[in-house]
Each structure stands twice: as C-alpha cells, then as structure tokens.
C-alpha cells in the first residue's frame, strides 16, 4: 500500500506491505494495517469509519480490494 | 466557471494570466450579467517560521515547502471539491489553482478565488474550500530547513 | 501598512494602483519578510436585483448605487475602523477603500484587502471589518433604478 | 440636527430641528427625538444606549452637547 507525508517519514518508505486475504474490504486492511503497522497507528483512521484511496477514489467499509488494485493511505493531508 | 489545477512550482500573477486565458470564453461569461455581488480571494504564501516535529515542535526558519501530491488523485479531488463548494454555497465562479513540488519563502503556494451574488456566501465559500482541502486532496508538504 | 480611503465613483484596478503607488515606501517593507502567510481580498460589486422598499421589498433592476458618506466623519471613522480590526487580528497589512457617489451596476464600490500570518486571521479580519463597517461607518446607499 | 439614509428618506430632509435645553447631553436629545419626531423612530437608538455623532465623533449618554456642535444622526448605516 502506497503511504504519503508524515506516515512515510514515520516508515521511512513511501509504501509497506500488508498480509490480508485474497479479497479483503477496505475495513479489513484498514484492521490488519493496526495489526501489523503499530508505529503507523497515529496516521490510521479507525477500520469502522475510515477511508483508502482505491484507484485514485475514496472508498470505506464493505468497498472489496481486488488483486491489481492500487491503494494508497491518504490521511493527515496538509495542503493550502 | 469551475477552475482546479495542480500546478508545478510557486503560483505567479504570469502562471495564473496564461492559466486563465485558456478558459477566455468562461471568464466572458461571467462579466457583466449584473448577478455577482462579492468576490473573494485568498493567497496561501510559504512563510519563514515552521514548527519542526523534530525538534519538539520548535520554531525553525525554512528555505521552502516541497508539496507532494498523489496524483491524479490530487487534480481529480480537487476538481470535485471546487464543484461541490460551487454548488454548496450558490457560487458563480470558483478558481483553485494548487502548486505541486518546491515554492520559497515568500511564494504563492494556493490561489482560491471565488464570485457569489452576496459576500456572506463567499466568506462561507472562502472557508469550507480550506477546511476540506486538508480533508480530502492528497497534498502533502515536507519542509525543506534553511540550515 | 493601514491605509484606508473613500474614493470618488468606482474602484478601478487603474484608480486603486494609483493609490497604492502613493504609498509604495510602506509597500515595499511588506514584501519579502516572509511573516505573511495569507491574504485575503474582497471586492463588493453593485448587483442589478436589489429591493424596493417602497414596492414591498419586490426586487427590482437598479442601474446604479449612489453612496452617500458623511464627510469627514466617514473617512476618519474607516480608517478607525481599519486600524483597530489590523490591531485586533494582528494583521501585516490592511487597505480599506470605499465608493463616494456613483457605482453602476457590475462595478465594484467596496475593496478590502488583509495580509496576515496565517489564512484564520485573515478570514476573520475581513468578516469582522464588513460587520463593523455596516454599523459604524457613516455611508449610506441610494437605489438608482433602471426604469 | 443632521441625518441620512433611510432617515432622511423618511423625514424627507436631510435635517430636522429639535427643541431641548440650553445645554443638552446626548441621552437628552435623542429622547426629545422620540418625542417630537415619531415618525423617525425606525431609525432612532434608544436614548440610554444609543450614540449621536458630535462633531463627527460618536458620543453617548452623558456627553454633553454646546451650542454650535455639529449633530448627526448616525445610523441604519449601509457601507459595503
């Protein structure tokens, strides 16, 4: 998964892997990314109500992640 | 007319004419119908003094920001916020133009400019751009320190 | 820089540069300083639709605004007004120019333009100048209408 | 004294006379103004709170007012 600004600081990378099914939700990364991703909690939002970006679009909860997709965490955006 | 875009580098008044002559015919439009009451525009501008996390939120003197964007995402979110912000407040026109990569010191970073019947909606307009912007557009800034 | 006038028909992009270049000392000290982290820039513009009092508040075509200020008073009491919404919102720069006379429809009779550290303060100072102008500054509003 | 706006379209003048002691306060005048102009009373301030400009200078309550001052009435004011 593609992670950005001050989570990538965080794991010195712009990406990390995440071990989850074969077609996970979005609510399921989101929980194995808690799991597996301790140091990243401060950029997570929780699985319930949180979003990824799924292909360049917003997505939450039941929304399926398919092999090929690109995800990305978009939190703790800074602009203007 | 609705106008977001990511632009590589510091906003100037030359990047912004030649940006908007492209959309000439929109902008005609707009003049002179008599319904536009207010219009509002901010300037966001890199400023010296930034907290560095890294030194227990100090202030430091910076060189410049480096803005990150994911794109397209970032063009495409953009675009849809300007829609929805037009849409929400009643608006006539809104201009959103972002800079993606290094802006200094000084430089313009984002431009927001809107036209409403009365100031009251482009206030309101003005202010919900800017709170959603660090919502839901993937732009991230990383400071580039002065030492 | 507070600067603060009330000017004799329309403000024009021509009419306000002549203004400011009679104050391009106190121009030049802002720039570059890098304090300044937003502006903010509202320009009132007649509209055509305005109420009829006189016709049960229907809305009717203007073709003009006449403003009338009560002289000097109007002109002391804006650049109160500007001084003290620069103190209280710690503004970098502050210019307030407003109409005298006649405004037509679609032209602009009313500029505000802040500068402050960061975009909350420059929101509120402009909100909280219209306010306060509307209550304390002597200039009042006559419809010219169309037919 | 002088006035403006709404006022004056109401009075259908741009100054009405009132009558009140040698030396009046401003809390004086405006009460006179309710009493002997009513029909202004959409656009007059209370006497207790409400300011008069003197001399192009806002005064309230007890400010006193001399023969020769320029009084206006300022209010329902418009700017913007």
Known sequence: MLIFGAASFGAKSDRVHVKVSDTPTVREVLAAMHAQHPALKFALPPPETGRLAVNHAFARGDNAIRQGDEVALVTLVVGG | ?147
Do not use: C, N
């Open chain 2, 1 to 147: 007319m609705v106008l977001a875009l990511i632009i590589d580098g510091p906003l100037t008044p030359e990047l912004e004419a030649r940006t908007l002559l492209g959309h000439a015919d929109q902008l005609r439009s707009l003049s002179g119908d008599g319904t536009i009451g207010a219009t509002l525009r901010f300037e966001g501008i890199v400023r010296r003094a930034e907290r560095d996390p890294e030194a227990a939120d100090a202030e430091r003197d910076l060189l410049a920001l480096d803005y990150q964007t994911y794109d397209p995402m970032a063009q495409r979110e953009l675009e849809a916020l300007a829609a929805s912000v037009a849409a929400r407040h009643g608006l006539k026109s809104i201009v959103a133009l972002h800079s993606r990569g290094r802006v200094r010191v000084g430089e313009v970073s984002f431009v927001l400019q809107v036209a409403a019947p009365h100031r009251a909606e482009s206030l309101a307009a003005v202010a919900d751009f800017i709170d959603r912007l660090k919502q839901d557009v993937p732009i991230w800034k990383w400071s580039v320190w002065a030492v």
